[in-house]
């Protein structure tokens, strides 16, 4: 069987200026997968560091890159794209990504209209309310992450 071949990437789980008073976590609709919500995420370029592509990402898919790191999950976390991603992916199976807990700066202002726009609406949402919009695929990983930030203290 071929090895699978994953794509390296960037994810950031945003929350609002209102941190730590207030914990909402910031997701976007996709504007080209209906009724899928996810955080900011990207490819690492070759020759970026993880954290120059999460600057470089949360620029170019929600306009700004006014953040605070808060923290960096401590592992790869890779997962499998379903077969009709995996198709307009190619030559990757998946992804393997490194997560960022960012807080966004007071001055920071969100805008979806970049130049290549991947999200068409976003919103605040709590964290009981968080797994009713993310897509499917994602949720294990997500879990998996946010477990470990929420457990460090975080939220």
Same mark, same amino acid.
């Given at each position: 069987m071929e090895k699978k071949r994953y794509r390296p990437n960037v994810a950031a789980i945003?929350?609002?200026?209102?941190?730590?008073?207030?914990?909402?976590?910031f997701i976007a609709a996709r504007?080209?997968?209906?009724?899928?919500? &996810?955080?900011? &995420?990207?490819?690492i370029d070759k020759g970026e560091?993880?954290?120059?592509a999460l600057l470089r990402e949360l620029k170019e898919e929600?306009?700004?890159?006014?953040?605070?790191?808060?923290?960096?999950?401590?592992?790869?976390v890779s997962y499998d794209f379903p077969k009709?991603?995996?198709?307009?992916?190619?030559?990757?199976?998946? &992804?393997? &990504?490194?997560?960022?807990l960012v807080k966004l700066k007071p001055e920071a202002k969100i805008d979806l209209d970049t130049k290549e726009p991947e999200f068409n609406d976003y919103k605040f949402v709590p964290y009981k309310d968080l797994f009713h919009y993310v897509t499917f695929f994602k949720r294990p990983v997500y879990k998996?992450?946010?477990e470990y930030?929420?457990?460090?203290?975080?939220?």
């Open positions: 945003v929350l609002s200026s209102n941190y730590p008073k207030k914990v909402e976590f504007s080209d997968v209906p009724d899928s919500w &996810q955080f900011p &995420q990207g490819g560091s993880p954290k120059e929600i306009g700004t890159d006014k953040i605070e790191i808060i923290a960096e999950f401590p592992e790869w009709k991603i995996a198709k307009k992916m190619y030559p990757y199976d998946g &992804q393997t &990504q490194k997560y960022f998996k992450v946010l930030f929420k457990k460090e203290g975080y939220f």
